[in-house]
């Protein structure tokens, strides 16, 4: 496929509200995340480079133990098998989640 429209996808559900609408291609994919208030993505590690750009909202995020207060604008960079994990604060938030290769677990 060559265009997508990410709202029109069906939201699968990561980790108690926090729902993904993954697109990809053969060696990249952009996921955009709703994140509920209050929720939280379990520190983790995958294979993957993982990159986002905050769209709404706000999330503090851990990046092999650094932990940031991100924004809308704001783009964070996860290398390959590094602990991650993010949180919300009280209010939605929406990210653009960008992975390298696919995760395949999300498609």
Same mark, same amino acid.
């Given at each position: ?9 069906? =939201? ?34 995958? =294979? ?53 290769? =696919? ?5």
């Amino acid at each position: 496929m060559t265009y997508f429209q990410p709202f029109q996808i069906t =939201p699968r559900d990561i980790a108690p509200g926090v729902q993904i609408r993954p697109m990809w291609g053969e060696r990249i994919m952009v996921s955009i995340i709703e994140v509920a208030p209050g929720s939280e993505v379990p520190l983790h590690t995958h =294979p993957h480079e993982q990159m986002g750009l905050i769209l709404e909202g706000g999330v503090t995020m851990v990046i092999d133990g650094d932990l940031r207060v991100l924004n809308p604008g704001d783009v964070y960079l996860v290398p390959p098998d590094v602990e991650h994990g993010v949180f919300a604060g009280s209010e939605r938030a929406r990210i653009a989640d960008i992975f390298s290769p =696919p995760r395949e677990d999300y498609m």
